[in-house]
């Protein structure tokens, strides 16, 4: 479990080196743990709040500076957020994915850095949960890792949403990321008991 301490303003600074080398040694014991398995990694917390949000995107960063090209999803359909980190839209993007159809074409993940991709949540009106049973996720999933060495799922609050249950099922390896004071290690226990074979917690970030 790795402690970090992160700026008090939640800002995303991809030139901030502090906040890079604390997150690049919390992603080189995730590369270890994850032992050949494909990178196909979902993001988790038990209450959404910016530092949280902060820190997938400053994780997903440090990947990408390591030569890996890193695909970002916001699938919290319930609260998107990610785009707001970056600075950019959300109108368009895994939402309409999921739903297919013919404006399916028009959504391109947004490059925000140096092999770094960016796929915002979008707003939907339909129930998260429903969207993410349809057989499109499976067919996206596959052919981003014909293009991506990394996806990471940034999703809801795991506990709470059933949403974030169904993402876990098709990720190889699960990063909890906790805040200090705030989470009780029951809910860690929870966690732990409800997943499957297969989709352990490689990787567990404490931030402060």
Not at 10 to 25: A, G, L, P, R, S
Not at 110 to 137: D, G, Q, W
Request: with cysteine; aromatic share 8%; proline share 2%.
């Amino acid at each position: 479990m790795k402690k970090l301490g992160l700026s008090k303003k939640n800002e995303f600074n991809q030139d901030d080196i502090y906040i890079k080398e604390q997150f690049y040694t919390a992603y080189q014991e995730i590369e270890m743990r994850l032992q050949g398995r494909s990178a196909i990694l979902m993001v988790t917390s038990f209450k959404q709040l910016p530092s949280i949000v902060l820190s997938t995107a400053n994780l997903a960063l440090v990947i990408a500076e390591q030569q890996k090209r890193v695909l970002l999803i916001d699938a919290n359909l319930h609260q998107p957020s990610l785009h707001r980190v970056f600075h950019k839209k959300n109108s368009s993007g895994f939402g309409t994915l999921l739903l297919g159809g013919e404006n399916k074409h028009n959504v391109k993940p947004i490059k925000v850095a140096n092999n770094l991709y960016c796929l915002p949540a979008e707003t939907t009106s339909y129930y998260p949960a429903s969207l993410l049973r349809f057989r499109s996720l499976q067919e996206m999933i596959q052919a981003w890792k014909e293009q991506y060495d990394v996806i990471l799922f940034h999703t809801s609050n795991y506990l709470n949403e059933q949403d974030a249950r169904i993402i876990a099922r098709h990720c190889s390896a699960i990063i909890l990321i906790l805040k200090e004071g705030h989470d009780k290690l029951s809910k860690l226990l929870e966690v732990k008991k409800d997943l499957k074979t297969g989709n352990e917690i490689i990787g567990s970030i404490v931030i402060s």
